[in-house]
């Protein structure tokens, strides 16, 4: 529960002290905490990888480095260039999003397609270190399919980078309760009750270092809560440490947007 803050004005009025109550200034300066947050863990995070390069390249412009030693240290930029790219194009993806400009225009998404597309970019992703399966049978819906693939994209992904070799990871897509249910279980790492509700949080992360060692940018969960509020969706998150997650989304068949869309976090 936050304290509420409010700007108010005292004026006389009549020989007597009124009271005006300009605006409510909570939510602005909440806002306002959240952007500055977000520059501030945005940089942070570009800072690190430029690093890396910057460094690597003061070393190139020495003399005397083998060929060996280049390659390994050229090898290195580009995976740190990657990621900062990576990190860029969610950046952009998120902020395209919230944006009131581009707004979600639906179209019949080819389910079919959509769910061999996700399931084929896991098992790409996995190389061959899961078993990853796939049961489509529901209808198809009305929403964005680049959206829905961007937001189911992340959670199949997530089971992939949060799951060790040899695990197991099933992706589902069905009929449910008049709407569509899409879900990914997975046999991974999973997460304590007390994370869950910060999950969607643009840079929240369980483990810092192991979702840098899987080329995590921090900002997957934060994709798929707005995917989903831009489709009247619902995301569901079932977990336990050590022993795996599910993590489920409801939509309608027909997207409607909301006027003041509302995230179901359980
Ligand atoms: P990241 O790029 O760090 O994976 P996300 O926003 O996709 O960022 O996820 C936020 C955090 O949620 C991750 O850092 C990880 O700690 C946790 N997480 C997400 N999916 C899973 C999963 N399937 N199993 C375990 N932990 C997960």
Known sequence: F????????IIPFENRRQILVTHDATETERIEEMRRDFIANASHELRTPLTVIVGFLEIAAQEGLDAATRAAHLKLMTEQGHRMQHLIEDMLTLSRLESVDYPMRPDPVDVHQLME??????RALSAGKHEITLTVDGPNVMGSYEELHSA????????????????KIHLVWKEHE?????????????????????????FYRV???RSRETQGTGL?????KHVLLRHSGTLQIKSEAGKGSAFIVCLPK?????????????
């Not at 597309?117 to 896991?122: P, S």
């Not at 027909?254 to 359980?266: F, G, K, R, Y």
């Open 117 to 122: 597309q996700v399931a084929r970019d896991a």
């Open 207 to 209: 483990d810092k270092s």
């Open 254 to 266: 027909t997207a409607v947007v909301q006027q003041q869309p509302e995230l179901l976090l359980h």
């Open 178 to 202: 008049g709407g569509v249910k899409f879900k990914v279980e997975d046999t991974g790492i999973g997460i304590s009750p007390e994370h869950i509700s910060r999950l969607t949080e643009r």
């Open 152 to 167: 189911f994209g992340n959670l199949a992904s997530n089971a992939v980078r949060y799951t060790p070799a040899g695990g």
């Open 220 to 224: 997957g969960l934060a994709i798929v």
């Open 2 to 9: 936050r304290e509420r803050k409010l700007i108010v004005h």
